[in-house]
């Protein structure tokens, strides 16, 4: 495993053309999971999709923007511009030591910034070519879950099952779509900050969401390095 616990000879002499980054966040996720969620998932799912492309793994972020959270107790914003900033410098960096494709996986929903942040830099032609990656896109059978829901529940209960407090869980789906969160925030949508159905969450569950989602992202990545090896 290629990650920052190496020496700087050894990535050198390692020249990973790829280096994989997981955006996690801290914010609430109702009573029943921690509000470092989003983080730990990262940090522990994010390596397993740079090992499969024998990329650089470097550590995730533990902070996004998750400006729709305001509200509740816990919750740690970065501003959109801020994110947008933190990707291009960390572009910037392992551009500088021969890095040629950058992938931000993202287990936050909120992060719509980054796509507009690498469209910028990648049609500016410059290297490395970045690419943004929802963790959670594609996922199968996901229905009405969104947030602090029955999929995120799962994978913490496959994760760290000693930090979700299941008696505490309580399903609620607002009656308003996704995108609606932009007008009105998560607290006036949903009180308890719960959008899906958390009581239905299992570990075995867990790992099928965690493994498809690293085999699907590691996946996507490939596909858009091979593409930019074929079209440059
Ligand atoms: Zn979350």
């Known amino acids: 495993m290629m990650d920052t616990a190496r020496t700087a000879p050894e990535i050198e002499a390692a020249k990973p053309d790829l280096a994989v980054v997981g955006v996690g966040s801290v914010e609430q996720h109702s009573a029943h999971l921690p509000v470092d969620t989003d983080y730990l998932i990262a940090a522990r799912a994010a390596p397993a999709v740079a090992e ?7 550590p995730a972020l533990p902070y996004s923007v998750c400006l729709e959270h305001r509200g509740f107790a816990g919750v740690v914003c970065m501003k959109p511009d801020t994110v947008r900033r933190i990707a291009w410098d960390i572009a910037e960096s392992v551009g500088s030591w021969g890095v040629r494709y950058l992938a931000f996986v993202t287990f936050h929903g909120g992060n719509f910034i980054l796509n507009p942040a690498a469209r910028e830099w990648n049609m500016d032609g410059r290297s490395p070519r970045i690419f943004f990656v929802d963790f959670y896109a594609g996922l199968s059978d ?3 879950n969104l947030h602090a829901c029955e999929v995120e529940t799962s994978i913490m209960l496959h994760l760290a099952p000693e930090r979700v407090h299941r ?6 789906v607002p009656a308003w779509l996704r995108e609606d969160i932009t007008v009105f925030g998560m607290k ?6 719960v959008w899906g159905y958390p009581t239905r969450g299992t570990a075995e569950k867990g790992r099928r969401w965690l493994e498809e989602g690293i085999v699907k992202s590691a996946a996507k990545i490939a596909r858009l390095r091979e593409g930019c090896g074929e079209m440059g």
């Open 52 to 58: 499969r492309l024998g990329a650089l793994s470097l």
């Open 142 to 144: 996901v229905g009405q």
């Open 188 to 193: 006036r949508l949903t009180p308890t900050g």
């Open 167 to 172: 008696e505490r869980a309580a399903d609620f």
